[in-house]
């Protein structure tokens, strides 16, 4: 038997209200568990018309897991695309998802963990750094235990960004 789990978003008057995981019994059988999870994906039109931190929402389906992983998950999910651009990154520059470490959620604040390479994306133009960082940003941000985001390269709390 599968089950089907749909991570719905709540909005209400004040903004984000949390989350619920609503379950559907599938009774063909057979394959695993799903999950269907909302991730943000930078705007690409967005960008072009000025805004770096244009986002939009897509629904990624993924293996079901443990709602401890899920945030985890998500970054996988956002970070799967995010490669190499010519002219921004240095020659033999890796998909900014090899460089992925993992995301703990401490007292609200969600720790991205990366190797030093990932800073030829986190710590690039102005533009191009916030169009990477936006995407994670605001999908951790619609878990309801995460409401600040750092970075951590090579163990390191890093917040010195050159632009």
Same mark, same amino acid.
């Given at each position: 038997m599968?089950?089907?789990?749909? $991570?719905v978003?709540?909005? #209400?008057?004040g &903004? ?5 995981a609503?379950?559907a019994?599938?009774?063909? #059988?057979? &394959?695993?568990?799903?999950?269907e999870? @909302?991730?943000f994906?930078?705007d690409?039109?967005?960008?072009? *018309? #000025?805004?770096?931190?244009?986002v939009?929402?897509?629904?990624? @389906? ?6 401890d992983q899920?945030p ?8 799967? *695309?995010?490669i190499p !651009? !010519?002219g921004?990154? !240095? ?6 998802l *090899?460089y992925?470490?993992g995301v703990?959620?401490?007292? &609200? ?7 030093? #390479?990932a ?11 916030? $169009? ?5 940003e605001? @999908?951790?941000?619609e878990?309801?235990?995460?409401q ?5 390269i *090579?163990g390191q709390i890093?917040?010195?960004w050159?632009?």
């Amino acid at each position: 038997m599968n089950v089907r789990i749909l $991570a719905v978003l709540c909005l #209400g008057p004040g &903004g984000l209200l949390g989350c619920r995981a609503d379950a559907a019994r599938d009774t063909a #059988g057979g &394959g695993p568990a799903v999950i269907e999870l @909302t991730i943000f994906l930078s705007d690409e039109q967005g960008i072009i *018309d #000025g805004d770096c931190a244009a986002v939009a929402s897509e629904v990624r @389906t993924i293996p079901a897991l443990p709602a401890d992983q899920l945030p985890e998950a998500a970054i996988r999910e956002v970070l799967r *695309d995010v490669i190499p !651009s !010519s002219g921004l990154h !240095s020659t033999g520059t890796l998909p900014l998802l *090899d460089y992925f470490n993992g995301v703990s959620i401490q007292n &609200g604040t969600a720790i991205l963990r990366f190797d030093g #390479g990932a800073l030829e994306y986190l710590n690039n133009a102005a533009c191009a750094q916030i $169009a990477v960082k936006s995407p994670m940003e605001r @999908t951790l941000l619609e878990f309801p235990d995460v409401q600040r985001i750092e970075y951590e390269i *090579d163990g390191q709390i890093f917040d010195e960004w050159d632009a």
